[in-house]
């Protein structure tokens, strides 16, 4: 990596509080260290001393550029001279006194937006990998860490957000970044990169299955274009350990879904305590009393038989409700998202729509498309719906043996017809067994 801008400041006693031990001979190398000014100063300045003790310890020959990760500016540039007048962490520090005087004042600066987004601790990804796979000019491997969040979430593309449970389908990787901010540029962009992904140890995404689905995202999209992801870890000083050590990314069985659409998937919300795929089916017809005012009303899909095909659910509360499906999924009337407790692996998961407030079964509609995959035999599939505890269920067939993206799915909502046989519109009455 170049410098490209240096800045300089005092940094007071910073250089007495810096004491450490350097670690044992390694091959001289070149790193890039990213971090995030969305989170409170405090925060950030305990990162960035951490960062700084980390630097002191480098090599003699060891380069690390430090950036500004979320306006994806360079701070400076932290060098090891090859000189014996440089063996101590003091020496170091003075000799390198701009960059870190840019990293205190950039930590001092920090703040956390006052808006939704952007979202606190955060990166721009793919556009910071990008800038730094361009400048990197050397033969050998980098290492880049990053600190901050790996969900990616634009103000100017709120679209694409990371939040509330949702991530890139797999079809954003069949893209360019013209089409998708998350898209792949080429396959061999980030050749030599080995990122390190170091998000903050408070994180709520800790454990949860929405972690697993992300350090998933980002390994097969750093991966689509050549770079390795090395670490995904809350543990800042382990990483540095890895970076020193040279560790290799761990091996995985994560394999891309075939398939282009661009869909931000949701998962199921924590509140919705049990899917409603595994959910014991009633034995008892729906009152019909319960059509009107049927509350907590639940929809599900699944299918078998064809894998990896891709089917859609779509449900309108009433005529005049929005739809939601995987491309809307959120609206007054309720919210779609994924299941995968139970559902085929990767990004082909069972779907549900959860409505808010009492729903006229009467007036709901209902329609499943087959989105993507070939099925010589069409596709079996099962449409649950769960009222106020009590779960139905009704198989049903798509004839179709190919998918279609999609076509004409809307307006088979609004005309109550299909004129396709990748579409089929199903009768929730049917399904709670009142026809």
């Not at 990998?129 to 990053?146: K, Q, W, Y």
């Not at 990787?173 to 998350?182: C, N, Q, V």
């Not at 305590?273 to 049927?294: C, D, F, G, N, Y």
């Not at 998202?337 to 509609?365: C, H, I, M």
Request: glycine share 8%; hydrophobic share 40%.
């Amino acid at each position: 990596m170049k410098l490209v801008r240096t800045l300089s400041t005092g940094l007071g006693t910073l250089a007495l509080a810096v004491s450490l031990a350097l670690p044992g001979p390694v091959v001289a190398r070149d790193l890039v260290i990213a971090l995030s000014p969305i989170q409170a100063p405090d925060s950030a300045t305990a990162k960035v001393k951490s960062t700084l003790h980390f630097l002191l310890g480098l090599e003699p020959g060891d380069t690390a550029t430090v950036m500004d990760g979320y306006h994806v500016t360079t701070l400076g540039t932290f060098a090891v001279p090859e000189d014996a007048r440089y063996q101590s962490p003091k020496a170091r520090l003075a000799k390198n006194r701009a960059v870190a005087g840019a990293m205190m004042r950039s930590a001092k600066q920090a703040k956390v937006s006052e808006a939704t987004l952007p979202l606190p601790n955060a990166i721009m990804l793919p556009k910071l990998l990008s800038r730094i796979a361009e400048d990197h000019t050397g033969d050998g491997p980098l290492d880049v860490v990053i600190q901050g969040s790996p969900f990616y979430a634009d103000p100017r593309e709120p679209g694409f957000a990371m939040v509330d449970g949702r991530f890139p389908s797999d079809g954003h990787l069949a893209h360019g970044r013209d089409k998708t901010p998350l898209g792949v540029d080429t396959p061999d962009k980030y050749a030599r990169l080995r990122v390190h992904l170091v998000y903050d140890a408070a994180s709520p995404m800790e454990g949860s299955r929405h972690e697993e689905m992300i350090e998933r995202w980002w390994r097969l999209n750093i991966e689509a274009q050549g770079g390795e992801l090395v670490s995904f870890s809350n543990d800042l000083s382990s990483v540095f350990r890895r970076v020193l050590n040279g560790a290799r990314a761990p091996r995985h069985d994560d394999e891309r879904q075939p398939g282009d659409k661009l869909e931000m998937i949701r998962l199921r919300p924590v509140r919705i305590r049990e899917s409603i795929h595994e959910r014991a089916l009633s034995t008892t017809p729906l009152p019909e009393a319960a059509l009107s005012q049927a509350r907590n009303v639940e929809v599900g899909l699944s299918w078998v038989g064809c894998h990896p095909c891709d089917l859609d659910l779509y449900v309108r509360a009433h005529a005049g409700a929005q739809a939601l499906y995987f491309n809307h999924d959120e609206s007054p009337e309720g919210v779609f998202f994924k299941d995968y407790r139970n559902s085929p692996q990767g990004t082909g998961a069972y779907e549900t729509v959860a409505l808010n407030g009492p729903v006229d079964l009467r007036k709901l509609q209902i329609a499943v498309n087959f989105y993507h995959g070939q099925a010589p035999q069409g596709v079996r599939g099962e449409l649950r719906i769960a009222v106020d505890g009590a779960t139905y269920a009704k198989a049903f067939v798509v004839e179709a043996t190919s998918g279609n993206k999609g076509k004409g799915t809307k307006r088979a909502l609004a005309t109550g017809h299909s004129d396709s046989p990748q579409t089929v519109l199903l009768d929730p009455l049917r399904v709670v067994a009142l026809k």
